[in-house]
């Protein structure tokens, strides 16, 4: 039952930016399969009513279908696409952004043992699961609340905590819980992820990313790669490549300009690597968004 009311819930209340009158809640509907397209992820949990999507990070390949969803835990450089959606049947999802400091006051909150034991290693910056019946209708009286505006204000922060409560004891909660540790090995790879997208035109060395992230290189290379799926370098090649498109969306004919803004001193070399990317050199790449111009994938569904 809470799927058949989640699928009508967000059929109903669905705008064409997909915001809602609830903070940092999205709703979509899309009704055809699309290209991939890349975009950030966002810090975000995202369900899926109805359709399916894929989404690739790096050489990852991540799928989810009705009733499952998809967690982010880093602002990351993804590509994504809805395999399943139509007219008579479109896509349907919802997202919530999630806060660090939230993570971190529910954290603080929970009793010994109420949270799972922590595994080895660093989790992926994104990971995929099958909804459970108790966070399907934590969201689902979420989206009620688009039908209640009067208990919206009071109702809508306690039932966000829920959701996130559900997300921390989940099969993926160490994702989550990282997100609120100022001191996890993913909140140090989230400064190190910031500093390169806010630098991104600029060379840098690794050694010194690492070390203002707080880690030495061996262990910034090691939890880096279990984050993003990348290195460094191909992380900062993502983010130079999709901020070229986002400005050849709004300059098509300045190509050797918009290389160089986003840092390649080498048009070749820019417009060989863009193709790679994206399947086009960025002349005619440029064209067809400017004839397609539409809402970004990214990991919302």
Excluded: C
Aim: hydrophobic share 40%; proline share 8%; glycine share 8%.
């Amino acid at each position: 039952m809470s799927l058949d009311e989640f699928r009508t819930l967000v059929a109903r209340h669905v705008r064409p930016d997909w915001t809602t009158a609830i903070d940092g809640v999205l709703i979509s509907k899309v009704d055809r399969p699309d290209p991939p397209a890349p975009s950030m992820s966002g810090t975000v949990l995202a369900v899926i009513a109805q359709g399916a999507k894929r989404l690739a990070l790096g050489e990852r390949v991540f799928e989810y279908g009705p009733g499952q969803y998809l967690v982010a835990s880093v602002d990351l450089p993804v590509t994504g696409q809805f395999t399943q959606a139509d007219a008579e049947e479109p896509a349907l999802g919802f997202g919530l952004t999630l806060e660090p400091s939230a993570v971190a006051e529910l954290l603080l909150q929970a009793g010994p043992g109420d949270t799972p034991r922590a595994g080895g290693g660093t989790p992926s910056g994104i990971a995929v699961s099958d909804a459970t019946p108790a966070l399907l209708d934590a969201v689902v009286r979420l989206l009620r609340l688009l039908d209640e505006p009067r208990d919206r204000a009071v109702l809508a922060p306690l039932f966000k905590r829920e959701i996130l409560w559900r997300l921390i004891t989940s099969d993926q909660g160490a994702t989550v819980r990282q997100l609120g540790l100022a001191d996890s090995s993913l909140s140090h790879v989230s400064r190190a992820v910031r500093w390169i997208r806010e630098h991104y035109a600029q060379p840098f060395r690794v050694e010194d990313v690492a070390r203002q992230s707080g880690m030495s290189v061996s262990a910034f290379y090691r939890n880096f790669q279990a984050v993003t799926a990348m290195s460094p370098i191909q992380f900062q090649k993502q983010i130079r490549l999709q901020e070229a498109r986002l400005l050849l969306a709004t300059h098509p004919g300045d190509i050797t300009a918009v290389g160089h803004r986003v840092g390649y001193d080498n048009p070749s070399q820019f417009s060989r690597e863009y193709r790679r990317q994206f399947g086009a050199p960025p002349s005619r790449d440029a064209a067809r968004l400017q004839s397609t111009l539409r809402t970004p994938a990214g990991a919302l569904p």
